[in-house]
């Protein structure tokens, strides 16, 4: 037990020894301050030179790193050393990918550093951002911080540096021939479609590109665009406006798929040939035949019977219409008419003749009334309106005022007549008027008209439909009007 407690003594005396003698190494050793990339650390050394320091202090330096002071230098104390990494790039250009150091600043440099040559045309992307100013500050790389312990830091910080990518794809020339001009262009795209569009060439529907828009783009390809030329049509009331590259109307209408019918009207005709900003009129033009029809009235012939009472009729024969039909030839330009030409008119049918007879025999009749029993040989369906001497339209001192056209003087029981129809002298009996005598006539009393005559005194407002009763005997036969007249007519409710 004593033994172990020796052994225990002596190992602890050792460690003490041995921690004091690298403290006291330390100690005595010369404060160097390290600066790498903007991290300061500060070292004690018995290292004699800068190279000798910093392979102590575990900075590893390539070729391309830069050490101030000089690596051979003799360091003293509080000596500062200075060390700017090379940044690490990887570039990727021309079927190969290699690895450079460089101080570079800028993207142009780091690529003259790399022995690359770039050309305007070609496409330069710095950590997959495609990018255009090569004179730009490269991003500055990310370091891991200090805590306290150098050798922490220098273990990471190879790690933590963010190398930078630079990726390089070449430009190709193509020749493009456009129209009737040759150009080149040199591009980045993968194909011909997109090589056009980044150059700025506008294409449109009608134009032909060969090889096809999808073709991959290759050095020396040849590029030929067909240009189409715009121009417009009017057609069936719209205006297409569209592009071709077809050289007459009728192959150009015929791509568009409209078709013209050989009585339409194609303005410029089909063989003109198209030229930039053209309008092609078309006018539809379409002939019909049309058949109108106009009816040809029929004529009425009234026949005597002596034998069918008078005032009676009978249809012996109905009457129809004729039919006149005429052929015309219609053009149509567009829907509107522009012509109509008669080229034949003819009578389909022809019309029938009404015959009507009418009666012509007499027959008596009486009638009970408040004035007793009359006789009557005809009775008419008229108008009655009345008058008086003040209200027949005479003036007072006129010297018809109150007289009849036969000369009597005017009161109740006189009436006016369409002599015509009423024989002036004839006797004629009206229900609610009574009895009264045809001795006068009107200017407004024509046909089927009676004015029932009044006193002044005892003036009644007539205007209505009545039965007029002629009371017998009737006149001769031929001061008769056996068909009246339909004037007149009475409007039934």
């Given at each position: 037990?004593?033994?172990?407690?020796?052994?225990w003594?002596?190992?602890?005396?050792?460690l003490?020894?041995?921690?004091?003698?690298i403290?006291?190494?330390?100690?005595?050793g010369?404060?160097?301050?390290?600066?790498?990339?903007g991290?300061r650390?500060?070292?004690?050394?018995?290292r004699?030179?800068?190279?000798?320091?910093?392979?102590g202090?575990?900075?590893?330096?390539?070729?391309?790193?830069?050490?101030y002071?000089?690596?051979?230098?003799h360091?003293?104390a509080?000596?500062?050393?200075?060390?700017r990494?090379?940044r690490?790039a990887q570039?990727?250009a021309?079927?190969?990918?290699?690895?450079?150091?460089?101080?570079?600043?800028?993207?142009r440099?780091?690529?003259?550093?790399?022995?690359?040559?770039?050309?305007?045309?070609d496409?330069?992307?710095?950590?997959?951002?495609?990018?255009?100013?090569?004179?730009?500050p490269?991003?500055?790389?990310?370091?891991?911080q200090?805590?306290?312990?150098?050798?922490?830091?220098l273990?990471?910080?190879?790690?933590?540096?963010?190398p930078?990518?630079?990726?390089?794809?070449r430009a190709?020339?193509?020749?493009?021939h456009?129209?009737?001009?040759?150009?080149?262009?040199?591009?980045?795209?993968?194909?011909?479609?997109?090589?056009?569009?980044?150059?700025g060439?506008?294409?449109?529907?009608?134009d032909?590109v060969?090889?096809?828009?999808?073709?991959?783009?290759t050095?020396?390809?040849?590029?030929?665009i067909?240009?189409?030329i715009?121009?417009?049509?009017?057609?069936?009331?719209?205006?297409?406006?569209?592009?071709?590259?077809?050289?007459?109307?009728?192959?150009?209408?015929a791509d568009?798929?409209?078709?013209?019918?050989?009585?339409d009207?194609?303005?410029?005709?089909?063989?003109?040939r198209?030229?930039?900003?053209?309008?092609?009129?078309?006018?539809r033009?379409?002939?019909?035949?049309?058949?109108?029809?106009?009816?040809?009235?029929?004529?009425?012939?009234?026949?005597?019977?002596?034998?069918?009472?008078?005032?009676?009729?009978?249809?012996?024969?109905?009457?129809?219409?004729?039919?006149?039909?005429?052929?015309?030839?219609?053009?149509?330009?567009?829907?509107?008419i522009?012509?109509?030409?008669?080229?034949?008119?003819?009578v389909?049918q022809?019309?029938i003749?009404r015959v009507?007879?009418?009666g012509?025999?007499?027959?008596?009749?009486?009638?009970?009334t408040?004035?007793?029993?009359i006789?009557?040989?005809?009775?008419i369906?008229?108008?009655?309106?009345?008058?008086s001497?003040?209200?027949?339209?005479?003036?007072?001192?006129?010297p018809?005022f109150?007289?009849?056209?036969l000369g009597?003087?005017m009161?109740?029981?006189?009436?006016?007549?369409?002599?015509t129809?009423?024989?002036?002298?004839?006797r004629?009996?009206?229900?609610g008027?009574?009895i009264?005598?045809a001795?006068?006539?009107?200017?407004l009393i024509?046909?089927?008209?009676?004015d029932?005559?009044?006193?002044?005194?005892?003036?009644?407002l007539?205007?209505?439909w009545?039965?007029?009763?002629?009371?017998?005997?009737?006149?001769p036969?031929?001061?008769i009007?056996?068909?009246?007249?339909?004037?007149p007519?009475?409007?039934?409710?």
């Amino acid at each position: 037990m004593l033994l172990r407690a020796r052994a225990w003594g002596v190992l602890l005396s050792v460690l003490a020894l041995a921690w004091f003698g690298i403290w006291a190494y330390r100690a005595t050793g010369v404060p160097v301050t390290i600066d790498v990339d903007g991290q300061r650390f500060v070292v004690h050394t018995h290292r004699a030179t800068v190279a000798d320091v910093l392979a102590g202090a575990g900075v590893h330096l390539y070729p391309e790193d830069t050490v101030y002071p000089a690596p051979h230098v003799h360091v003293r104390a509080d000596q500062e050393i200075v060390v700017r990494r090379a940044r690490l790039a990887q570039v990727e250009a021309d079927g190969r990918t290699w690895q450079v150091r460089t101080q570079a600043r800028t993207l142009r440099k780091l690529l003259d550093d790399a022995g690359v040559h770039v050309s305007p045309y070609d496409e330069v992307r710095l950590n997959g951002t495609l990018t255009t100013d090569l004179e730009a500050p490269l991003p500055v790389a990310s370091r891991a911080q200090t805590t306290g312990k150098a050798h922490r830091w220098l273990r990471r910080q190879r790690q933590d540096t963010d190398p930078l990518v630079i990726a390089i794809r070449r430009a190709v020339p193509i020749w493009v021939h456009d129209g009737g001009a040759t150009y080149v262009i040199h591009s980045t795209a993968s194909t011909v479609g997109e090589a056009l569009h980044r150059e700025g060439v506008t294409l449109y529907l009608g134009d032909l590109v060969r090889p096809a828009l999808g073709t991959p783009l290759t050095a020396g390809l040849h590029v030929y665009i067909a240009r189409s030329i715009p121009f417009s049509v009017r057609v069936d009331g719209r205006e297409i406006h569209t592009r071709t590259r077809q050289q007459t109307v009728a192959d150009a209408l015929a791509d568009l798929g409209i078709v013209v019918a050989g009585a339409d009207i194609v303005d410029p005709p089909l063989s003109a040939r198209i030229k930039p900003n053209l309008t092609v009129s078309i006018t539809r033009v379409r002939e019909t035949i049309e058949v109108e029809q106009d009816s040809i009235p029929y004529a009425t012939i009234w026949v005597p019977d002596d034998n069918l009472e008078i005032d009676r009729r009978r249809v012996d024969q109905a009457g129809q219409e004729g039919l006149t039909k005429r052929r015309y030839r219609v053009v149509y330009h567009d829907g509107r008419i522009v012509s109509r030409t008669l080229e034949d008119k003819w009578v389909a049918q022809e019309p029938i003749t009404r015959v009507v007879a009418y009666g012509r025999k007499i027959v008596l009749h009486t009638l009970k009334t408040p004035q007793g029993t009359i006789t009557y040989w005809r009775k008419i369906r008229m108008l009655a309106t009345s008058y008086s001497p003040s209200t027949a339209g005479v003036e007072p001192d006129d010297p018809y005022f109150g007289y009849t056209r036969l000369g009597w003087r005017m009161r109740k029981g006189v009436v006016a007549v369409d002599p015509t129809v009423i024989k002036l002298g004839s006797r004629v009996y009206v229900p609610g008027y009574g009895i009264g005598d045809a001795a006068d006539t009107g200017g407004l009393i024509r046909g089927r008209r009676i004015d029932l005559g009044f006193d002044d005194y005892n003036l009644e407002l007539w205007y209505r439909w009545v039965d007029v009763y002629l009371l017998a005997p009737p006149p001769p036969r031929y001061q008769i009007r056996w068909v009246l007249p339909d004037w007149p007519r009475e409007r039934r409710r």
